[in-house]
């Protein structure tokens, strides 16, 4: 297999990079672990004439665990966050997601910032990220924004992000209560057939907050109110896991693939939904 | 023509430097350019794990990466491993365990072995079937091959022990 031709760069800061963004408009494209870009241009289905390698690009890949956020720069590896031990007691659910995704090789160079930024409905991290309610940071010729995850995604392989911009890190909150990140995927390396992120908080036996969101069930990750409301002030008994479950199937629009139809897809998302459910209440 | 760039890496040890059109995938670099097959092309599609290779630390499937990333790399390879007469322990493993039937995957295999066991000196079988989950044998050998990583992990840490 064999890519069409194109120009690689390797600047050195976030300044070439976006000059050479300036200079080349949609022709360019950034590239972190390449792990999602590079099977795109082997099957010639990315063309991309401009290659701008980020590998040299310094201060892109710390992880800082701070009291109220926890910062994960784009360059991060999901290996370096399944390894990372300040994650493994602040934010564990972020490992449990890596662990899933794709196999150890794959781990070693797939980033999270190029998991976010690509849009593809099928990564995981986006799902999650809404769930934790993440802030994207993008850099540009006009300076940084910021764009909440749960407004970053538009369609699939289309977010937010300009052409010209360049995701720079994520932001979470700290994480309040349980979490769980469950995944149906028909073998190792393969998306998901379904998957689900959930934070809950338990007061007292009764849910006071809850966050849902649902991966490659949509053309975007898709973040569920209706879901997470159906579960607040309930005991999370079966009866309310019913009704999230229920929700959520409102809000979801899964389309048949090889990984099977509808009605399929559907019925996995519900159990899969109640299985992150009952995990996370277990650990609120 | 494309243009080609100027490219260096480290194989095995030893320097190698060439001209290279940036999209050559680094696995027909070895190859092809290089003559070093032990890597091998079996899906080329980053799900089978053949053309595993170790590139600073990380277990890399050489099918995804361009060369041009790869420049300035240090590369290690099966060659790199061991060879007829300087055996590795996972070398040695696979061969007394039966952890090879055709012997396609293998190099991949064991390449990703080598860095499995540096993480993980004792893995459980568990460990060592999600730790190379990225290989995939046709053979369905599996069953051998988590025997072959678990006697060699034992002959590594028996060494280390004796020489402590």
């Given at each position: 297999?064999?890519?069409?031709?194109?120009?690689?760069?390797r600047p050195k800061d976030m300044e070439g990079v976006l000059s050479l963004l300036a200079e080349h408009g949609d022709e360019a494209r950034v590239m972190a672990g390449g792990h999602s870009l590079i099977p795109m241009m082997k099957l010639r289905m990315a063309d991309v004439p401009h290659l701008i390698d980020l590998q040299d690009v310094g201060g892109l890949s710390d992880i800082e665990v701070g009291t109220d956020s926890i910062r994960i720069g784009a360059m991060v590896t999901q290996s370096d966050i399944i390894t990372h031990e300040g994650l493994a007691t602040a934010a564990p659910i972020l490992r449990e997601a890596a662990l899933q995704i794709a196999d150890p090789q794959v781990r070693y160079m797939g980033t999270v910032g190029g998991n976010v930024a690509n849009g593809d409905p099928g990564n995981?991290?986006?799902g999650l990220m809404q769930c934790l309610d993440a802030t994207f940071h993008?850099?540009?010729?006009?300076?940084?924004?910021?764009?909440?995850?749960?407004?970053?995604?538009?369609?699939?392989?289309?977010?937010?992000r300009e052409d010209e911009e360049v995701l720079?890190?994520?932001?979470?909150?700290?994480?309040?209560?349980?979490?769980a990140y469950e995944k149906q995927k028909r073998k190792i390396g393969d998306y998901a057939t379904a998957a689900a992120a959930?934070?809950?908080?338990?007061?007292?036996?009764?849910?006071?907050?809850?966050?849902i969101a649902m991966t490659n069930l949509s053309d975007t990750p898709i973040y569920s109110q209706a879901a997470c409301d159906a579960l607040v002030g309930t005991s999370v008994d079966d009866s309310a896991i019913k009704a999230a479950m229920a929700a959520m199937l409102g809000d979801i629009d899964p389309s048949e693939d090889n990984r099977g139809p509808v009605a399929f897809k559907k019925h996995v998302a519900g159990i899969i939904l109640r299985r992150a459910i009952e995990r996370a209440w277990s650990r609120a | 023509m494309p243009k080609k760039m100027h490219i260096t890496l480290t194989v095995n040890g030893k320097e190698e430097?060439?001209?290279?059109?940036?999209?050559?995938?680094?696995?027909?670099?070895?190859?092809?350019?290089?003559?070093?097959?032990?890597?091998?092309?079996?899906?080329?599609?980053?799900?089978?794990g053949a053309c595993t290779v170790t590139i600073g630390g990380k277990s890399v499937k050489s099918c995804t990466m361009f060369v041009a990333q790869a420049d300035g790399a240090d590369i290690t390879t099966i060659e790199g491993i061991g060879g007829p007469d300087n055996l590795h322990p996972l070398q040695e493993a696979f061969k007394e365990h039966h952890g090879l039937q055709c012997g396609y995957c293998t190099p991949g295999m064991i390449t990703r072995a080598t860095k499995l066991l540096e993480e993980i000196p004792n893995p459980t079988e568990e460990e060592i079937r999600f730790g190379m989950a990225g290989n995939l044998c046709r053979c369905t050998g599996y069953q051998n091959i988590v025997k072959s990583i678990q006697a060699a992990a034992a002959e590594m840490s028996a060494a280390k022990e004796a020489a402590e």
């Open positions: 297999m064999i890519p069409a031709a194109f120009e690689y760069y995981d991290m986006p993008l850099i540009g010729a006009d300076g940084t924004r910021d764009v909440p995850a749960r407004d970053f995604y538009e369609a699939a392989y289309m977010t937010a720079t890190a994520v932001t979470i909150p700290l994480l309040k209560g349980g979490h959930v934070q809950i908080v338990n007061e007292g036996g009764t849910c006071a907050a809850a966050s | 430097e060439f001209l290279a059109e940036p999209r050559e995938l680094l696995i027909y670099t070895l190859r092809e350019r290089l003559n070093i097959t032990g890597p091998h092309i079996g899906c080329e599609t980053s799900h089978c």
